[in-house]
T-cell receptor
Framework: KNEVEQSPQNLTAQEGEFITINCSYS?????LHWLQQHPGGGIVSLFM???GKKKHGRLIATINIQEKHSSLHITASHPRDSAVYIC?????????????FGQGTILTVHP | DAGVTQSPTHLIKTRGQQVTLRCSPK?????VSWYQQALGQGPQFIFQ???????QRGNFPDRFSGHQFPNYSSELNVNALLLGDSALYLC???????????FGQGTRLTVV
């Protein structure tokens, strides 16, 4: 079993829909990262959170440390949100050290 | 601030050759991590450099080596290239205290 599991692997939505991507992990962590990767491109860090909830524009990330689960929500989705969304957790003992990544969720938003 | 910059952006090498990839961290960041991302897969941790030393290492053979310079920039070297080394190589930098991680755009390496 992978240390970090994401669901769903693929997600298709219509513009304006509310999107939820889930991440479960099996190791104890100090923080969790949500990242975005566009085709052929590098990775952009969206959030790093260790408790509760963070919001940035239309993106909301939540984490439940006790349940070892995090969610990324996108409100009023737009075609430009189409990308791969990846959660990652530090497994090297620090919040910024060796990151172990989920397999990613491919999001496609149609106009 | 240019953020994390990697060079080159694309590279084609022949099996058996050696390659050097470069990473300049975001201003104020002192820690550099390298990841390999094969097509359709999530990134895999190669190693991390801090204070010019390798601090952590993932499950990669000794053909993969690195270096960090006094200005915190870093190099990733891969010797005796294999077809399976074809991937996107990502560099990430973190500041003192490690409150965030910034990624570069990556170097796309193709081994033929």
């Amino acid at each position: 079993k992978n240390e970090v599991e994401q669901s769903p692997q693929n997600l298709t939505a219509q513009e304006g829909e509310f999107i939820t991507i889930n991440c479960s992990y099996s190791v104890g962590i100090s923080a969790l990262h949500w990242l975005q990767q566009h085709p052929g491109g590098g990775i952009v860090s969206l959030f790093m959170l260790s408790s509760g909830k963070k919001k940035h524009g239309r993106l909301i990330a939540t984490i439940n440390i006790q349940e070892k689960h995090s969610s990324l929500h996108i409100t009023a989705s737009h075609p430009r949100d189409s990308a791969v969304y990846i959660c990652a957790v530090p497994t090297g003992g620090t919040s910024y050290g060796k990151l172990t990544f989920g397999q990613g969720t491919i999001l496609t938003v149609h106009p | 601030d240019a953020g994390v910059t990697q060079s080159p952006t694309h590279l084609i090498k022949t099996r058996g050759q050696q390659v050097t990839l470069r990473c300049s961290p975001k201003s104020g960041h002192d820690t550099v991590s390298w990841y390999q991302q094969a097509l359709g897969q999530g990134p895999q941790f190669i190693f991390q450099y801090y204070e010019e030393e390798e601090r952590q290492r993932g499950n990669f053979p000794d053909r993969f080596s690195g270096h960090q310079f006094p200005n915190y920039s870093s190099e990733l070297n891969v010797n005796a290239l294999l077809l399976g080394d074809s991937a996107l190589y990502l560099c990430a930098s973190s500041p003192p205290g490690g409150t965030e991680a910034f990624f570069g755009q990556g170097t796309r390496l193709t081994v033929v």
